[in-house]
């Protein structure tokens, strides 16, 4: 069992990889070939069997019957006339056939009668300079597996989620390729929620950027003022995306682990626990970043209302001063010939400041209770 984690580990990538590997495009299919195929190759006691010309997949399905082994064919983005055949060669059920196709499919595992259809979300960090209220975090990818005895198909939808490092890693392990599909398939399984902990990470330090605007104390009265609500919002959104990709799978994650399957190796199931573990602690960290954000987004909400009943404050204020002067000189505009003062020498310095007295008085008061 040890030998096993060993190798394992080995599989894994480190995150730092992750993150890169997870934004490559496969590249080996010929773009002037219509063929979904990216890879078709014949396993055996662990390791690739090689073939003078590359095989395609009924060819890889007959040597297998003949000599033993499993084949692994990976398809990016097959049409449906280009997966018929394929299915048709390795008794694919129609309806796993038609969810493979048309992609966009909720992360899930189908037990059918000869074979498994698991579907992942693959979660790719978008990298950005600043967060904008139009910043994509977080792009989405698709790969479906089909498990079978001696067979073990991969189709992605998207462009980035390649697999071809995986592979390489897989190879150059025998002895956990000798497991047959299930390693295969518990190895992808480890590969997305590794690259799950990635992006939680690179989010958490947009989250905790935006969190640190939104605290910080501002220019004016404390309260921060450079941070649009939009910004908040649009992450909220790209969190919510990511934690629909995570959510639904812990639960097949956890019966690969906990159910016996005839088709996954008893050594391979108990390591899927590991994943399925991971996986709820991923998941615990994008619900926190869900309701993190929302009291971020009413804290900043909440300072928005501060902001603008402190303006209203002194605008109020304001007005309130320059009431008194609008007030005298608007007794003193009616141009009545018997009004008071108005034939005295000293009239108009006293009515000046008084009118300046008060201002200041009300000026003084409104500046103690805060509002200017």
């Keep these: ?78 049409t449906e006339a280009e997966f ?39 979660i790719h960090y978008v990298e950005h300079d600043r967060l904008t209220a139009n910043s994509e975090v977080v792009e989405t990818g698709e790969v479906m597996c089909f498990t079978g005895r ?16 995986l592979r390489h890693r897989l190879q150059d392990d025998p002895e956990l390729l000798a497991k047959g599909p299930s390693a295969v398939l518990h190895a992808i399984a480890d590969h997305v929620v ?50 629909r990709a995570v959510s639904p799978l812990l639960r097949p994650m956890q019966l690969l682990s906990e159910r016996p399957m005839r088709l996954v190796d008893p050594d391979i199931q108990k390591y899927f626990r590991d994943v399925a573990d991971h996986l709820a602690r991923v998941q615990e960290q994008v619900i926190g970043f869900d309701e993190l954000l929302n009291s971020i987004l009413q804290a900043n909400l909440a300072q928005a209302s501060v902001a603008q009943n402190e303006d209203m404050r002194k605008i109020t204020s304001w007005a309130a ?31 000046m400041g008084v009118t300046v007295c008060i201002c200041l008085g009300i000026h003084r008061t409104l500046k103690r209770n805060g509002w200017l």
């Design 1 to 78: 069992m040890s030998m096993i984690r060993d190798l394992r580990a080995a599989v894994r990538p480190s995150r730092a990889s992750l993150r890169k590997d997870t934004a490559s495009y496969d590249t080996t299919r010929d773009p002037g070939t219509p063929s979904a195929v990216v890879d078709c190759a014949v396993y055996r006691d662990g390791s690739r069997v090689a073939t003078a010309a590359p095989l395609t997949p009924h060819e890889a399905m007959r040597q297998v019957r003949r000599d033993g082994g499993f084949v692994w064919i990976g398809l990016h983005e097959p």
């Design 84 to 122: 018929s055949g394929i299915a048709g060669e390795f008794g694919l059920h129609p309806l796993a056939v038609e969810d493979a196709v048309q992609a966009h499919q909720r992360p899930k595992l189908e037990r059918y009668d000869d074979s498994l259809f698991t579907v992942f979300k693959t």
């Design 150 to 165: 001696d067979f073990f198909i991969t189709v992605r939808h998207g462009g980035q989620g390649s697999l071809r490092a």
């Design 194 to 243: 590794d690259g799950y902990i990635a992006v939680a990470d690179a989010v958490q330090d947009d989250i905790d950027e935006v969190e640190t605007e939104v605290f910080s104390p501002g220019r004016r009265g404390g309260v921060s003022r450079g941070v649009d609500s939009a910004r908040i919002y649009q992450l909220k959104r790209e969190v919510l995306e990511f934690k």
């Design 321 to 351: 001063i320059v009431a008194v002067p609008t007030m005298v000189c608007g007794v003193y505009g009616m141009n009545f010939k018997h009004m008071p003062e108005l034939e005295w020498r000293f009239g108009y310095p006293m009515v």
